[in-house]
C-alpha cells in the first residue's frame, strides 16, 4: 500500500462540487481581490476563532507582519518567540525592524517553555508571540501572567493551530492578536497562499486592514505607509467552504493520532504528549528517536515519506548569522532538531494505511 505524506486531492474530491461552484462564483462576478467571499470569509473565520475580527491576508508570513506592524512594532523593539518553529516567525519580527530574540522549548509539549522567558526580556520586549507547534497551543496561562507582569503584548502565531483550544478558548483568541497561515497543507488550507489575522480589538483591525491596502481606508487616500497585502477572492470563497468541514477533520486528524499513538506504544520512541487541558489539532504527528536519520532512510525506502519539522533551528540558519546566537544556546531544540520526525497524517489517512506506516517502524526497531 502507498501512503502519501498528505493527499490534498483527497480533500478536494470530497468537496468538489460545492467549491468549484463557490470558485465560478468568485469569477461570473470578477471579485478577483478581496469582495464578498472575502469578507464572509472573515465573519465567520472570527466566529470560529471566538474572536470579534478577523482580516484576510495573503499568507501566513504577511498576517504576522501586519501584526506587529498595527501593534506599533518596530526598529528598537524586542519581540520574544520560540527557537523551535518555521523560519518565518523570526522573519516576520525582523522585517517589522524588531529584533527576535528566541527562548527555548519545553521537552514535552516543544513549545515556548515560561520559565525562560523572563530571562530573555529586557527593557526593549514589547511582545511575546507564542507559536502553537505542531497544533497544539503553547502554555497560555503561564504566558498571560508573564505578559501582564510587564506589561507586554501577545500575538499569537496559530499557523499550525486552526482549531486548537487551550482550556476551550481558541488559538488566536487569546492574545491581543492571532496569526494565521491558510497555505494549502495547513489545517484549514486555501488553493494557493492566503493568511489570517484574529482579534478582538477593532481598532487594531482597522489599523490592519489599511495596511493590507496600502495603508488606505478610502481609494487613494493612504494614511499610513502599507503593503499589498490582500486576499484573493478565490481564496476566500475556497476558505468560506473549507471552514464548516474544518472541525471534522480535525476529528479525523486527531483519529490518526490516536492510532499512530496505539500502534507505536511500546516502542523506544518518544511520541507526542498528550494533556487534558489542550484540545490538539494533529497539524504533524511528531516522533522522537536517536536513530532519525536511519528510521527516515527506512521508512524511504519502504515507501514511506516522512518530513523533518525542522532540521536546522532558526539561530543556526546563516539567514540569522546576524543574531550572533551560537550552537549550544537552545540545547532542547537543537536535540529535537536532532530527533524528531513527522509522520504521514491527514484526515482522509485510513487505519490501515496508519498501520502500515507503523509496522514498517516496527520492523526497522525489530532489525536492530
Ligand atoms: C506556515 C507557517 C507560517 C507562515 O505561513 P505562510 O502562509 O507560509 O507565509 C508561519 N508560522 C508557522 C509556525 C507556520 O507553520
Not at 532512510?297 to 519502504?302: F, G, K, N, P, V
Request: with cysteine; proline share 4%.
Amino acid at each position: 500500500m502507498k501512503v502519501p505524506y498528505l493527499d490534498l486531492q483527497a480533500q478536494y474530491q470530497s468537496i468538489k462540487a460545492e467549491v468549484d461552484q463557490a470558485i465560478a462564483s468568485v469569477l461570473d462576478n470578477s471579485a478577483y481581490v478581496l469582495g464578498s467571499s472575502v469578507s464572509v470569509f472573515e465573519a465567520d473565520f472570527a466566529k470560529y476563532c471566538q474572536t470579534t475580527v478577523s482580516i484576510g491576508v495573503n499568507n501566513g508570513t504577511n498576517a504576522l507582519l501586519l501584526a506587529l506592524k498595527a501593534m506599533g512594532i518596530g526598529p528598537g523593539d524586542e519581540v520574544i518567540t520560540a527557537a523551535n518553529t518555521f523560519i518565518a516567525t523570526a522573519a516576520a519580527i525582523a522585517h517589522s525592524g524588531a529584533k527576535p530574540v528566541l527562548v527555548d522549548v519545553d521537552p514535552i509539549s516543544r513549545n515556548i517553555d515560561p520559565q525562560l522567558i523572563k530571562m530573555a526580556m529586557s527593557k526593549k520586549t514589547k511582545v511575546i508571540l507564542p507559536v502553537h507547534l505542531y497544533g497544539r497551543m503553547a502554555d497560555m496561562d503561564r504566558i498571560i501572567a508573564i505578559s501582564e507582569e510587564y506589561g507586554l503584548q501577545i500575538l499569537e502565531d496559530s499557523a499550525q493551530a486552526q482549531g486548537a483550544e487551550y482550556k476551550g478558548r481558541r488559538a488566536g483568541s487569546i492574545g491581543l492578536m492571532g496569526a494565521f497561515s491558510f497555505y494549502p497543507g495547513k489545517n484549514l488550507g486555501a488553493f494557493g497562499e492566503a493568511g489570517g489575522i484574529t482579534t478582538s480589538d477593532v481598532e487594531l483591525a482597522d489599523k490592519v486592514r489599511m495596511l493590507r491596502d496600502h495603508g488606505s481606508s478610502k481609494k487613494y487616500h493612504h494614511d499610513l505607509l502599507g503593503y499589498n497585502a490582500r486576499m484573493e477572492g478565490i481564496q476566500g470563497a475556497v476558505l468560506g467552504v473549507k471552514l464548516k468541514y474544518l472541525d471534522r477533520w480535525n476529528k479525523a486528524r486527531n483519529q490518526v493520532a490516536d492510532w499512530y499513538d496505539q500502534e507505536l506504544a511500546g516502542l523506544p520512541l518518544r511520541l507526542p504528549n498528550r494533556d487534558d487541558e489542550y484540545s490538539q489539532v494533529f497539524h504533524v504527528y511528531v516522533i522522537e528517536t536517536e536513530y532519525r536519520e536511519q528510521l527516515q532512510a527506512y521508512l524511504s525506502e519502504h515507501g514511506i515519506p516522512t518530513i523533518i519539522h525542522y532540521p536546522i533551528p532558526i539561530h543556526l540558519q546563516k539567514a540569522f548569522s546576524f543574531l550572533d546566537y551560537r550552537a549550544g544556546d537552545f540545547p532542547i531544540t537543537e536535540k529535537l532538531s536532532n530527533e524528531i520526525l513527522s509522520l504521514p497524517i491527514f484526515p482522509e489517512m485510513t487505519h490501515e494505511m496508519v498501520q502500515e506506516v507503523s509496522s514498517e517502524i516496527r520492523q526497522f526497531f525489530n532489525d536492530r
